[in-house]
């Protein structure tokens, strides 16, 4: 990158498709000027023209180059007004920052992906990742939990997932209704299902925060180690660049030391579950 | 050393009016009792302020102004001079360099201001309430990204050129002021104002843990200390926003996908505040300890330079007054 390009000025792209994934939760499927790469696990900042901007991590697959999709949940001023826009809206993306999941870490091993809400969305553009690198892993536990089954997303996604050779799938809700099949309660209750060999494992956990503070102590419990966990963190990443200071987490910046951090590297640092 | 540049006041005031023409040229004058930098002119040149320490706004707002687009074209304008920066706020520009020169990138808009500008360093002939610049390991007088160093004593003003900038800067002096080399009692009467100030600091500041030591202090503390100091505090901010070297910012979306960058504060309520409303320093002890952490604990690991330069200034400006360092001396105390 040379020294006099602006790194504040976002990459224009156009928003070709919005997906209805729950009643909080939209994909949006992005089309950038240019070809657009990042490595799972990496976040972009979106910006709505005049209006703000907000980082997200893709959910779509890293390998795709000409297109990008971002799931947003409906939380606050930003992902309000994103979800009012239509297919035509020309968006702008800043990025990719930050380091992504180590695939070189799961490589030869049985992972263990644990996902709640809206947590999914980074988790499935690594599910893709893993997808199209299967020669390379033992196994993929995806255990996945939502507050309803209307809550879940991705489901034809799911499905797919089910009939992919190498992948389990469990989901769990915390309220279910007369349909669902699967199991009840918090997304850790599907730890206890699970089967792996943890000496040869790794465990991912994306979510939100209450959700990977209980995930991380079970993990533990399992008998995971601190080195053998990582987690997607979620801040205030602003500018991206390890500059403006909104994303500390003890003397981390999460936007460029993170997001995705082993758990041994911020297990001391005040407050990381808020 | 090699020996200092000398003018005499008479002539120093002709070349003042020169430097003032030629440049955005800014210097420290009175202000209702307190001391800021002003634009220099003919009307306010003589009631310019000689290395007294410190002007109310520290150096850092010449290259990072309050509110700046960041999307538009770096503005090329005037040469700026800033004479009177004290050793506390050059030292700072180590840290401002490092975030906004070196690690990943390079600023435009800083890098064009700090290239387009000379600085002149003061030497300090005094301390000032909450001054402790040499407890953080610095001198009271420029030894570091000061272009020309200026002190001015008995009526004469020396002047130590350091940098290309500097030398450059002492030619154009040169065109208008007779330039004498300081004889040896004036170098020896300026090494001695040094060390005695040093000393003063010294003895003010003999309770005060060093950098290094606040650091280690700082990372042992429980929640009471903090109870205890946040109580008065109002997150008004201002001890960041004043600070040489906090340099916390928040991007705005303007229409058109610009961005300006407005500088920011961690004692904002809000500061890491995210969408879903969750908010690691939404409780103010915790947010008010973020700064003191930042500054001598986090800082420290991820930097070179140093985040707390001395200056006392978010002492001198808190409303609550609050003091960093009595919080300090208090660890300190209670250690031993």
Same mark, same amino acid.
């Given at each position: 990158?040379?020294?006099?390009?602006?790194?504040?000025?976002?990459?224009?792209?156009?928003?070709?498709?919005?997906?209805?994934?729950?009643?909080?939760?939209?994909?949006?499927?992005?089309?950038?000027?240019?070809?657009?790469?990042?490595?799972?696990?990496? &976040?972009?900042?979106?910006? $709505?023209?005049?209006? %703000?901007?907000?980082? *997200?991590? !893709?959910?779509? #697959?890293? /390998?795709?180059?000409?297109?990008?999709?971002?799931?947003?949940?409906?939380?606050?001023?930003?992902?309000?007004?994103?979800?009012?826009?239509?297919?035509?809206?020309?968006?702008?993306?800043?990025?990719?920052?930050?380091?992504?999941?180590?695939?070189?870490?799961? &490589?030869?091993?049985?992972? $263990?992906?644990?996902? %709640?809400?809206?947590? *999914?969305? !980074?988790?499935? #553009?690594? /599910?893709?990742?893993?997808?199209?690198?299967?020669?390379?892993?033992?196994?993929?536990?995806?255990?996945?939990?939502?507050?309803?089954?209307?809550?879940?997303?991705?489901?034809?996604?799911?499905?797919?997932?089910?009939?992919?050779?190498?992948?389990?799938?469990?989901?769990?809700?915390?309220?279910?209704?007369?349909?669902?099949?699967?199991?009840?309660?918090?997304?850790?209750?599907? /730890?206890?299902?699970?089967?792996?060999?943890?000496?040869?494992?790794?465990?991912?956990?994306?979510?939100?925060?209450?959700?990977?503070?209980?995930?991380?102590?079970?993990?533990?419990?399992?008998?995971?180690?601190?080195?053998?966990?990582?987690?997607?963190?979620?801040?205030?990443?602003?500018?991206?660049?390890?500059?403006?200071?909104?994303?500390?987490?003890?003397?981390?910046?999460?936007?460029?030391?993170?997001?995705?951090?082993?758990?041994?590297?911020?297990?001391?640092?005040?407050?990381?579950?808020? | 050393?090699?020996?200092?540049?000398?003018?005499?006041?008479?002539?120093?005031?002709?070349?003042?009016?020169?430097?003032?023409?030629?440049?955005?040229?800014?210097?420290?004058?009175?202000?209702?009792?307190?001391?800021?930098?002003?634009?220099?002119?003919?009307?306010?040149?003589?009631?310019?302020?000689?290395?007294?320490?410190?002007?109310?706004?520290?150096?850092?707002?010449?290259?990072?102004?309050?509110?700046?687009?960041?999307?538009?074209?770096?503005?090329?304008?005037?040469?700026?001079?800033?004479?009177?920066?004290?050793?506390?706020?050059?030292?700072?520009?180590?840290?401002?360099?490092?975030?906004?020169?070196?690690?990943?990138?390079?600023?435009?808009?800083?890098?064009?201001?700090?290239?387009?500008?000379?600085?002149?360093?003061?030497?300090?002939?005094?301390?000032?309430?909450?001054?402790?610049?040499?407890?953080?390991?610095?001198?009271?007088?420029?030894?570091?990204?000061?272009?020309?160093?200026?002190?001015?004593?008995?009526?004469?003003?020396?002047?130590?050129?350091?940098?290309?900038?500097?030398?450059?800067?002492?030619?154009?002096?040169?065109?208008?002021?007779?330039?004498?080399?300081?004889?040896?009692?004036?170098?020896?009467?300026?090494?001695?104002?040094?060390?005695?100030?040093?000393?003063?600091?010294?003895?003010?500041?003999?309770?005060?843990?060093?950098?290094?030591?606040?650091?280690?202090?700082?990372?042992?503390?429980?929640?009471?200390?903090?109870?205890?100091?946040?109580?008065?505090?109002?997150?008004?901010?201002?001890?960041?926003?004043?600070?040489?070297?906090?340099?916390?910012?928040?991007?705005?979306?303007?229409?058109?996908?610009?961005?300006?960058?407005?500088?920011?504060?961690?004692?904002?309520?809000?500061?890491?505040?995210?969408?879903?409303?969750?908010?690691?320093?939404?409780?103010?002890?915790?947010?008010?300890?973020?700064?003191?952490?930042?500054?001598?604990?986090?800082?420290?690991?991820?930097?070179?330079?140093?985040?707390?330069?001395?200056?006392?200034?978010?002492?001198?400006?808190?409303?609550?007054?609050?003091?960093?360092?009595?919080?300090?001396?208090?660890?300190?105390?209670?250690?031993?």
């Amino acid at each position: 990158m040379g020294n006099n390009h602006n790194i504040y000025k976002p990459l224009r792209a156009e928003l070709v498709e919005v997906i209805e994934e729950s009643p909080t939760i939209k994909s949006f499927v992005l089309k950038p000027e240019k070809e657009f790469t990042f490595a799972t696990g990496q &976040f972009i900042e979106l910006t $709505l023209n005049g209006t %703000g901007e907000a980082p *997200f991590t !893709p959910s779509s #697959s890293p /390998l795709v180059k000409d297109r990008i999709e971002i799931t947003i949940m409906k939380a606050g001023y930003v992902t309000e007004k994103i979800h009012g826009l239509k297919p035509g809206e020309i968006m702008g993306i800043r990025g990719p920052y930050g380091r992504g999941y180590p695939l070189d870490e799961l &490589f030869g091993k049985e992972i $263990l992906i644990l996902g %709640g809400g809206c947590g *999914f969305a !980074p988790l499935r #553009s690594l /599910l893709y990742n893993l997808e199209a690198e299967k020669d390379k892993i033992e196994k993929v536990t995806f255990c996945y939990g939502s507050k309803n089954p209307a809550e879940c997303i991705y489901k034809p996604y799911i499905e797919n997932l089910r009939q992919t050779e190498k992948f389990e799938v469990y989901r769990t809700v915390d309220v279910a209704d007369e349909a669902w099949a699967e199991e009840v309660g918090v997304a850790t209750v599907l /730890l206890d299902k699970v089967e792996v060999n943890i000496d040869k494992s790794v465990a991912v956990v994306c979510g939100p925060p209450v959700m990977m503070k209980f995930g991380v102590m079970k993990l533990l419990e399992m008998g995971y180690a601190e080195t053998q966990i990582y987690l997607s963190m979620e801040k205030n990443m602003s500018c991206g660049l390890g500059k403006c200071g909104h994303c500390m987490m003890g003397e981390h910046f999460v936007c460029k030391d993170g997001p995705v951090f082993r758990y041994d590297e911020i297990k001391d640092q005040p407050d990381i579950w808020k | 050393m090699e020996r200092m540049s000398a003018v005499s006041v008479t002539d120093w005031q002709v070349a003042l009016l020169q430097l003032a023409k030629s440049f955005s040229f800014y210097a420290p004058v009175s202000f209702n009792g307190s001391m800021d930098y002003d634009l220099i002119d003919d009307e306010n040149a003589g009631s310019i302020i000689y290395n007294h320490p410190k002007p109310s706004t520290p150096l850092k707002t010449f290259f990072l102004p309050v509110r700046e687009n960041v999307t538009s074209e770096a503005e090329r304008k005037k040469q700026t001079v800033v004479m009177g920066a004290p050793a506390c706020d050059l030292a700072a520009l180590d840290m401002l360099d490092e975030m906004y020169l070196g690690r990943d990138f390079t600023d435009i808009y800083y890098k064009a201001r700090r290239e387009n500008s000379f600085i002149i360093g003061y030497e300090c002939n005094s301390m000032a309430e909450n001054c402790h610049c040499t407890s953080c390991g610095i001198n009271p007088f420029p030894e570091k990204h000061s272009d020309l160093s200026l002190v001015k004593i008995d009526g004469r003003v020396f002047l130590d050129a350091v940098t290309q900038k500097g030398k450059d800067l002492l030619k154009f002096i040169g065109e208008h002021a007779v330039i004498e080399q300081a004889n040896e009692t004036e170098a020896k009467r300026i090494q001695e104002k040094r060390e005695t100030l040093k000393e003063e600091l010294g003895r003010a500041n003999n309770r005060l843990p060093g950098y290094e030591e606040s650091g280690k202090l700082l990372e042992k503390t429980n929640g009471a200390i903090w109870e205890k100091y946040s109580e008065k505090c109002v997150s008004c901010g201002a001890c960041a926003t004043i600070c040489p070297t906090c340099t916390c910012f928040l991007l705005i979306d303007r229409p058109g996908f610009e961005k300006i960058r407005q500088m920011d504060a961690c004692q904002y309520p809000g500061f890491e505040r995210v969408a879903a409303g969750e908010d690691p320093l939404g409780e103010l002890p915790v947010r008010f300890r973020n700064r003191y952490y930042c500054k001598y604990v986090w800082r420290p690991m991820k930097f070179k330079s140093i985040a707390c330069t001395g200056c006392g200034r978010c002492i001198d400006t808190c409303i609550g007054k609050i003091s960093k360092n009595e919080l300090l001396e208090e660890l300190y105390a209670n250690k031993k």
